[in-house]
T-cell receptor
C-alpha cells in the first residue's frame, strides 16, 4: 500500500535553532498538506500545495516558518528560529487532487520537542 | 467562523456500542470525515459523508444531518484496539477545500 513518507520521526532541538522536516507524498498526488497537531488537539493546517504552488498558507507563521515544494513532488517545512511553543506533531498528508472525496493519506509525522 | 465540537473523552465496555457526536458550524460544506488516531500515530481515514443519512462500513457507521450541522460515528462490537482518538473533520467551502478538524474524542475501551 502506498504511503506518505516523513522524516525524521522524532526531533529534539534547542530553542532558537533551525529545524527542517521532509515529506514525500504518494506518487502522483498533486495536493500536499502540512498540518501541526499540538498534544490533545486536532490537526491545524499550516500550508497546502497544489503541485509546486502554495494555495493556502494563511495559518503559517511566516516570520519563522517556511515551506517549499520546488518540483511539485517532495516538500520541506522549516522553522527558524524554533520556539518552545512549536513543540508538536508535524503531519504531512497528500491527496490525488483538489477536493478528493476520500480525505487525505497522512504520513507518520515528525514529533518535535523544543527544549 | 469555523467551529467543530466533539466530546473530549468517552469510556465504553468491550463488546458494547458507542456513539461519538460531532456538531459543526463552518462557512461552506463539502463533506464530513471521521479519522481514527492511535496515540503517537498519524490519523487514518474511517468514513466520509456528503449527503444526509447513514454510511455503514463493517463495525463502523457514520451519520450526517446537514440541516442540523450534526454527525455521529457509531462503533459496534467494541474491541480493545478501538481505544484511540476519533477526529471529526469538515471540508469547508472556498478555494482550497481544506479539512478543518475538531479536537478529537479520546475513547477508552475497558474490559
Amino acid at each position: 500500500e502506498a504511503e506518505v513518507a516523513q522524516s525524521p520521526r522524532y526531533k529534539i532541538t534547542e530553542k532558537s535553532q533551525a529545524v527542517a522536516f521532509w515529506c514525500d507524498p504518494i506518487s502522483g498526488h498533486a495536493t500536499l498538506y502540512w498540518y501541526r497537531q499540538i498534544l490533545g488537539q486536532g490537526p491545524e493546517l499550516l500550508v497546502q500545495f497544489q503541485d509546486e504552488s502554495v494555495v493556502d498558507d494563511s495559518q503559517l507563521p511566516k516570520d519563522r516558518f517556511s515551506a517549499e515544494r520546488l518540483k511539485g513532488v517532495d516538500s520541506t517545512l522549516k522553522i527558524q528560529p524554533a520556539e518552545l511553543g512549536d513543540s508538536a506533531m508535524y503531519l504531512c498528508a497528500s491527496s490525488p487532487a483538489w477536493g478528493w472525496n476520500y480525505g487525505y493519506t497522512f504520513g507518520s509525522g515528525t514529533r518535535l520537542t523544543v527544549v | 467562523g469555523q467551529n467543530i465540537d466533539q466530546p473530549t473523552e468517552m469510556t465504553a465496555t468491550e463488546g458494547a456500542i458507542v456513539q461519538i457526536n460531532c456538531t459543526y458550524q463552518t462557512s461552506g460544506f463539502n463533506g464530513l470525515f471521521w479519522y481514527q488516531q492511535h496515540a503517537g500515530e498519524a490519523p487514518t481515514f474511517l468514513s466520509y459523508n456528503v449527503l444526509d443519512g447513514l454510511e455503514e462500513k463493517g463495525r463502523f457507521s457514520s451519520f450526517l444531518s446537514r440541516s442540523k450541522g450534526y454527525s455521529y460515528l457509531l462503533l459496534k462490537e467494541l474491541q480493545m484496539k478501538d481505544s484511540a482518538s476519533y477526529l471529526c473533520a469538515v471540508r469547508g467551502g472556498g478555494a482550497t477545500n481544506k479539512l478543518i478538524f475538531g479536537t478529537g474524542t479520546l475513547l477508552a475501551v475497558q474490559p
